[in-house]
Each structure stands twice: as C-alpha cells, then as structure tokens.
C-alpha cells in the first residue's frame, strides 16, 4: 500500500471493521489486527481488493505503520482496552497516537492520559456515535484528549465523518483530558430520554385510544415532517409497520417489554449525581427500563393492584396534537438538562466546551440526529454563556405555546393510570426551574432540627441553628 499513510485499527468487531472500511474508502490505507481468529478471516473478507491488509501479530500490524503511528482502538470499555494499552505501549515511541473509539467510561480516559504523562505518547477518547451504519457511512464523531493530537486525527475524522445538511463535517475537537468521552457519555443519556419520551407517547395512544401500530405508524410519520423530525421519530414509524412473517401480527405486538442497557446511561446519571446537575429525566428513563426488567414482577403485580378504567371520550385528533406538543416539550427539557450537565462539566474539569458546536456535532450520523439541534446551536450561537436552553426565547417561546397541551396530557394519564415518568419528571424540572422559591426552606428546617445542619435565612446574613423545642 502507497500513498497515504497507513491507519491501524485494533478490534475488528462489527463496528471496528466498519470504521476500517469508511477510513480506507476515504482515501486512507488502513492496517487492522484483532486476536480472535474468526474477526481476522471475516475482516480478510470484507478487506479483500481494498487498500487494507490485517496483520497476524500486533508486531506485524505495527511494523505495517508509519511513524508517527495512529492507532484506533475498537474493543470493548474497561479491561479490554486496558489489555490493549498494556500490549501497545511498550512497543510505541514519541509522538505515536492511541484513540480510544468505544464507550469508554470519561473517568477511565481521564485516568489512562494521565498513566501516559512523560511518555510522549498522545491519547484521545473518541465518542463515536451512529451505530454499525453509522460507523460504515458517517457517524458523529466527538475526540478529545491530549490537543496535539488533533491535527494528526483531524484530516481523517472530518473526511469520514457524516456530514450536516449545511455540509460541515460531524467532527470537531471536544476538549482536552476526557472531554470527548464525557460529551459522547451524555449524548447517550439524552439518548435513553428521548427513547423513553417516545415510548410514552406511543403508550399513550395505544393505551388511551386504542390506536393500532399501522394508524401510529401514520401519525408518527407525521410528526417526522414538522419540528420533531429527527432520527429516532423516524425509525419508530417504520417500526410500527412492520409484520411478523410467520404469524402476520405487528411485530411490535410481538416483543417483550422487558428493555436492556449497556451502562451509559447510569453513568450519566451518575455524573449529575456528583456534580450536582437536576437532570432527572436522564435519571427516570434509566430507571424506566430497570423497571421494565421486572417482568415477573409487573405481571403478578397486576392481578393485584387495582387502576382506573376510563374510556376515552374526547376529540383524537385534539388528543394526538396534545401528545405530540408533550413529546417536544419534554424533548426540550431533556436537552436542557444534558447541556446543563455539560456546563457543569465544563466548569469543573476546565475543558472550554463550546456547546454550539457539540450540538452541531449531533445534527447527522449520531442516534438522537434531529432537525431540532439546528435551534440549540443557534440558541448557543446567540448567548454562548446561556445558563440553560429554557432561557433562551425561541425554547422558552416553544414551551409556553405547548404547555397546556403537555400538562393535559400528564392529567390524562394520571387520571387512567397510564404511566409517563418522562413526560411527568421533564414537566416537574420545568415547573422547579421557573419556580422563584421552593420548599426547601422547610426541608432545611428539618434537617436542622434533626441534626444541627444550620440554615440561612432570607433577611440575615449568616448561618443559624434553632433549638426547635424549646
């Protein structure tokens, strides 16, 4: 192979090979290795009449390198890559580059550059998002790491990165130390509220007016066209016209209702957690699915604990419309919250975010892509010091021509039993947001009296303890 510089890839997964075929399609020879026999003869086949070859040995695949060598690394987060670094950095010099390309936890990356110091060997932590497609014909792509990096990595990942409707590539440098991870780490939680948010206005049609998948099919196909068009809309239209072969049933009707997670999710609720950052609805989504886990549970459950049974008796139309303005209001709230976690972040670990153009980044390739993140960059274009997306006039703008319709929605379904956790806890942050004063004066007070905590008071400056019975 000529030309180019060659490009290692280690891990030859689905999502390994995929990458290796999008860099080598954009003009990039790529080298590849993996230790698993039967991902070396696939990766033989799929690489076969192309400017790729996979090594046999990791001493082969490196010797196969340039100086200053640039190695993606595509295996699973935790042990798995520690095993890789293990094996490669003995064998690298400085100035070559490691990039971490799968879910790694942000404080794993943050942890690995720091095991580099003094080395000279670069790392950057890499969100990859879009899926197997994705990663094949242009996924979003969130590096961060050590900056010296970027101007060895950029030319690639902007060529193979998807590309916005304005042209601009999917890829721009996040940050440094984990930066990169922890964006990526919170697009996924954004991403487990958006899916949960869209289940719920899927139950509540079903549940409410009984609507079959193929009539839901339609009217989620009509959303797609206004200002919810995003991915993920998108496919659940698809979704619900799909039949099951053998039994010509909805196939949808046909799954179990039990939803699986990989991890991200909890570690996004996780950081909230530690940097204190209101984002429960990233929170209520992750726990929407454990819930959904206990199957056996729910099911026995039900011959037991006794709901409403209310017919619907209402306009449908008017209904769906209401449904559809509590999914984007929602929606909103959920991105607030996630940009809120990445300012926090930012303030913390002084990674100088620029939040427009991480939502630009999401606008194509990624699983929450949407039409909507077009308004976020420009709300970040406008005010880049914007505390939270519900102040900025167009959000709030939007939010107050949905809210009675979203707050209609959340009655109805508490009133027929009819669980939103989403729709319920983005409604609750909204209203705790705009709320001047909550009732924490007399949470204070408790915890004062409970345990000499001490509370502020609004009229003197200082800290208080009261002896509450005396």
């Known amino acids: 192979m000529s030309g180019e510089k060659k490009f290692g890839v280690v891990g030859l997964g689905v999502m390994g090979q995929n990458l290796a075929l999008n860099i080598e399609r954009n003009g990039f020879p790529v080298v590849g290795y993996d230790i698993e026999a039967e991902?070396?003869?696939?990766?033989?086949?799929?690489?076969?009449?192309?400017?790729?070859?996979?090594?046999?040995?990791?001493?082969?695949?490196?010797?196969?390198?340039?100086?200053?060598?640039?190695?993606?690394?595509?295996?699973?987060?935790?042990?798995?890559?520690?095993?890789?670094?293990?094996?490669?950095?003995?064998?690298?010099?400085?100035?070559?580059?490691?990039?971490?390309?799968?879910?790694?936890?942000?404080?794993?990356?943050?942890?690995?550059?720091?095991?580099?110091?003094?080395?000279?060997?670069?790392?950057?932590?890499?969100?990859?998002?879009?899926g197997e497609e994705g990663a094949l014909h242009g996924p979003s792509i969130m590096p961060g790491g050590n900056p010296e990096a970027w101007p060895l990595i950029k030319p690639v990942f902007q060529k193979i990165a998807a590309k916005a409707n304005d042209g601009a590539p999917c890829c721009e440098w996040i940050g440094p130390d984990g930066a990169g991870h922890f964006v990526k780490m919170v697009h996924n939680g954004i991403e487990y509220a958006d899916m949960q948010m869209i289940c719920e206005a899927y139950f509540l049609i079903?549940?409410?007016?009984?609507?079959?998948?193929?009539?839901?099919?339609?009217?989620?196909?009509?959303w797609n066209r206004g200002e919810l068009n995003s991915y993920l809309i998108e496919i659940t239209a698809k979704i619900m016209t799909?039949?099951?072969?053998?039994?010509?049933?909805?196939?949808?009707?046909?799954?179990?209702?039990?939803?699986?997670?990989?991890?991200?999710?909890?570690?996004?609720?996780?950081?909230?957690?530690?940097?204190?950052?209101?984002?429960?609805?990233?929170?209520?989504?992750?726990?929407?699915?454990?819930?959904?886990?206990?199957?056996?549970?729910?099911?026995?459950?039900?011959?037991?604990?006794?709901?409403?049974?209310?017919?619907?008796?209402?306009?449908?139309?008017?209904?769906?419309?209401?449904?559809?303005?509590?999914?984007?209001?929602?929606?909103?709230?959920?991105?607030a919250q996630g940009f809120q976690l990445l300012r926090t972040a930012n303030e913390e670990y002084g990674w100088d975010l620029q939040f427009g153009t991480i939502a630009s980044l999401w606008r194509a390739g990624c699983i929450i892509r949407a039409q909507f993140l077009s308004k976020i960059k420009d709300a970040y274009d406008r005010d880049p010091a914007l505390p939270n997306l519900l102040l900025d006039p167009y959000f709030a703008d939007a939010i107050r021509h949905t809210s009675t319709g979203w707050r209609t929605v959340i009655a109805s379904a508490v009133e027929r039993g009819v669980p939103v956790p989403a729709f319920s806890s983005a409604l609750a942050y909204y209203d705790s947001y705009r709320s001047a004063v909550l009732p924490a004066n007399l949470l204070q007070a408790q915890r004062d009296f409970f345990g000499a905590h001490r509370y502020r008071r609004i009229d003197i400056e200082g800290s208080f303890h009261t002896k509450w019975e005396e």
């Open 39 to 130: 991902k070396v003869r696939e990766s033989r086949e799929r690489f076969a009449g192309k400017q790729m070859i996979v090594a046999d040995s990791l001493d082969e695949f490196l010797d196969d390198l340039e100086s200053p060598k640039k190695i993606l690394i595509m295996v699973p987060a935790g042990k798995a890559v520690d095993s890789v670094l293990g094996d490669l950095r003995p064998r690298l010099s400085k100035g070559d580059l490691l990039i971490d390309g799968g879910n790694s936890h942000f404080v794993d990356t943050r942890t690995r550059i720091r095991s580099l110091e003094g080395t000279g060997i670069l790392y950057v932590g890499t969100g990859v998002s879009g």
């Open 242 to 335: 799909r039949k099951d072969p053998d039994t010509g049933k909805p196939l949808l009707n046909l799954i179990l209702d039990t939803a699986e997670q990989k991890g991200t999710g909890k570690w996004t609720s996780g950081a909230a957690l530690d940097l204190g950052v209101p984002a429960q609805t990233i929170a209520i989504a992750v726990f929407a699915r454990m819930m959904s886990a206990l199957k056996s549970e729910r099911v026995a459950a039900s011959r037991v604990l006794q709901g409403p049974e209310i017919p619907f008796s209402g306009d449908r139309k008017s209904f769906i419309e209401m449904v559809r303005q509590a999914l984007y209001a929602s929606k909103i709230c959920s991105y």
């Open 206 to 222: 079903e549940r409410v007016l009984r609507f079959t998948p193929d009539q839901m099919s339609d009217i989620f196909a009509d």
